[in-house]
Each structure stands twice: as C-alpha cells, then as structure tokens.
C-alpha cells in the first residue's frame, strides 16, 4: 500500500517478549489483532483514527462498494521481530491518505506515521496474552 508503521513495544511487553525463544507467534497474533482492527473500522466509526468525509453526493462513506478493499487487509510480512500489515489493491492507500480530490477516509488504525492509542492498547494485550500462552 505504501504506507509504514514503525511503532515500538511497550518497554513491559518487550520484557516480556524476551523471554520467548520464539517470538514469531507473538507478531503473528498481534498482527492479526491489527488487521482486525483496520476491518472492524468499516463498520465501526469509534475505531477509526478520524472520522470519514461524506461521499460528493453527501451520503456517508463505507468503502465497501465491493467489499475487496475490506478484503485485502492481511499480514503482509512477518519476521520474529516485526508484523506489516496491509492492502494490495491499488485504490488502499488514496482512501487512506487522500488524494488531490479524494478527502481522507483512514481505516488503518494510523495517525501521523503512528498506531493509534486505541490501537496500540488493543494490539498490546493480545501481545501479551500469546506470550502468556507461550511460556506455560
């Protein structure tokens, strides 16, 4: 999509995060949480880093016109230290970042380059939930 989030762990998660031998499940699931995030945000305005400008004709906005978009989102690269998420149709990026006549409609949970605080706290406690699991 052309969009980078680079957002760093919580020091406790990081602390946490160490003592995995494996912290790939660990990135897996809290970007899956992301994604879930970024798809629930369609249909629910509260998850949205800012509200959606109406469409020309002064209906709200969905973007589901298809439903390809919504989608799209998924784990797009996954490493033992990091989790990217994203879209790869074309049109993903001009929705959320805007355009020269396209107002913004943000459905990433991203406000300038960062997760929102909404999101982060979401994300975090699935981080921490895996590693729970991990280390019984």
Known sequence: MGLTVTDNLSPGLARAAAKCRNTRPVMEAMGSEFCSITK??????????LPWANKRDGTPATLRKSGALWQSIRITDLTQTSVTGGSDRPYAAIH???????????????????LTPEAKRLIEKVGFEKIKILLK
């Not at 629930?40 to 880093?49: D, G, K, S, V």
């Not at 959320?96 to 960062?114: H, T």
């Open 40 to 49: 629930r945000a369609f249909t629910n305005p509260q998850l949205r880093p």
């Open 96 to 114: 959320q970042l805007g355009g020269d006549k396209m107002p913004m409609r943000p459905y990433f949970p991203i406000l300038n380059g960062k």
